[in-house]
């Protein structure tokens, strides 16, 4: 782990070339970890992705800079506006975050959990939600630092638990 002088963060421009081309190999990066999967993306995947999020009003995406001594990415995290009909306002969906091995428990994570945090208190969000793999102990612990918990109504109904149906 590296202790980087200064994290900088920097809203994503989708059809600018450096920042696209940052975010396709951060997430490729992500994906290639075991917490994303083992895999490397697909080519069509890194070839349409930023396109498509530029086409999309509530996607919204972070990277963290550092000097080494030229400008490097370090993290990045895609966020997504959705609503709560339970309040009746918006809320942000952190839908990836990635942090470069080198620079984990360096506080690139935090940096980048306080900027979609300022976006979503800019767009009025009633809250931020994400989702951790019950095994990635490390990130749940900075999600908590940062002031996640799990989710549920009701201590009796239990804690809510992710779902999904591939189509």
Known sequence: MRQPEAVR???VDYRAA???ADVRAMLDLYARDPMGGGDALDADVLGRLCGDLA???DAFS????VDTPHLKAVGLINCFEGYSTFKARPLLNIHDIVVHPDYRSAGVGQALLGAAQD???SRACCKLTLEVL????VAA???????FAAYQLDPAAGQAVL???WL
């Open 9 to 11: 963060i920097h809203p």
């Open 18 to 20: 450096q920042d696209a």
């Open 62 to 65: 972070f990277l963290a800079y």
């Open 55 to 57: 086409a999309r009003a």
């Open 163 to 165: 779902m999904q149906k």
């Open 119 to 121: 976006l979503a208190r």
């Open 134 to 137: 019950s095994c990635n102990t």
């Open 141 to 147: 612990r900075s999600y908590a630092r940062f002031g």
